[in-house]
């Protein structure tokens, strides 16, 4: 096959753009191992493993890696997933090295570097986007890359920025986990979807006294009720007495007028003497113990 020839079907490829081609695909069109070796040798293409070629001698692109990795893994069982995953759809603002990839756990496959190889149990019936590069669906990707995280605090960064970022919704995110199994946090999970679904609607949910008790606060009034310039406010939590407030932010405390809703009352409270604590539902999760000593500091300076 003449050199011309060889270029034009290599860059007619659907990953030319990315800048590499697999060597299956450049056998179905007539390149051979020897015409990729004769590129090769010229320097005009680089191999990267066994199954991809770089269509430049320079480095691989994000999309270039990540074809590397699919191909790489064994391009008819992996697909991109976690956080990977999102960041094909388009997650923004999340820094990432390594490539992660998931397969089913009976599948043998080779570690590849740069690669993060999960094995899944099974695949679910439409968990895999059906065109363009290999990977799951975003709530998918959000979930696994939550179970995978190396804390509460990176795993409920997943799943924050995912639903925030509209590459999913609390509701897909709730439906899904039904299908899939966890190893790790299972029930953190658990508790972060019925947070970003809309937080609790009752404190009792949370169990705010709870936290009071274990570590001898007096326990609040729950959803205290005071008079303000716009009619009646109801408070999350409020301690008679002490001049104190804890107003807990779900994320419907994001929405809308609700920040606008949120700093009136919040300015109707502090008017009227009492203080006020802010604190996110989702913080509140995550960083209880930083919080509670808050509190404490609170209740303790109102003596």
């Known amino acids: 096959m003449f050199r011309q ?11 030319a753009g990315a800048g590499v081609v697999s060597r299956d695909w450049l056998q179905t069109v007539g390149i051979g191992f020897d015409d990729v070796r004769t590129e090769a040798r010229s320097g005009r293409w680089v ?16 999309e270039g890696q990540r074809w590397r990795a699919i191909w790489e893994t064994g391009a008819k069982v992996a697909v991109l997933d976690g956080v990977t995953a999102l960041q094909a759809a388009g997650l923004q603002g999340y820094a990432e090295q390594i490539l992660h990839v998931s397969v ?22 439409g968990e895999v986007v059906p065109a363009g590069i290999p990977r799951t669906r975003p709530p998918v990707a959000a979930l696994r890359g939550a179970y995978w995280a190396v804390s509460d605090r990176q795993a409920a960064l997943i799943l924050l920025m995912a639903v925030q ?14 299908h899939l199994q966890g190893r790790k946090r299972r029930r953190f999970i658990k508790l972060m979807l019925s947070d970003i679904a809309g937080g609790v609607q009752s404190l009792g949910e ?35 007495g002490y001049g104190l407030v804890v ?14 809703d949120d700093n009136l009352r919040r300015n109707a409270v ?3 003497r009492d203080r006020v604590l802010r ?18 500091h609170g209740l303790r300076g109102s003596r």
Request: proline share 4%; glycine share 10%; charged share 25%.
């Open 104 to 125: 089913v756990h009976t599948c043998a496959v080779k570690k590849v570097s740069g690669v993060r190889l999960h094995k899944v149990i099974r695949r679910v019936e």
């Open 206 to 240: 949370l169990d705010f006294a709870r936290m009071c008790r274990v570590r001898g606060l007096p326990e609040p009034t729950r959803q205290a009720i005071m008079r303000g310039p716009r009619g009646r406010i109801y408070l999350d939590v409020r301690w008679d």
């Open 5 to 15: 020839q060889r270029v034009q079907l290599a860059h007619s490829a659907p990953t």
């Open 270 to 272: 502090s008017l009227g």
């Open 165 to 178: 970022q509209r590459l999913t919704t609390a509701e897909d995110l709730a439906t899904w986990s039904g």
């Open 247 to 260: 107003e807990i932010d779900g994320a419907q405390h994001r929405e809308g007028l609700a920040v606008t």
């Open 47 to 62: 191999t990267h493993g066994l199954q991809t070629v770089g269509l430049h001698t320079g480095p691989l692109g994000l």
């Open 279 to 296: 604190m996110d539902l989702i913080g509140l999760r995550l960083y209880e113990d930083a919080f509670m000593e808050q509190v404490a």
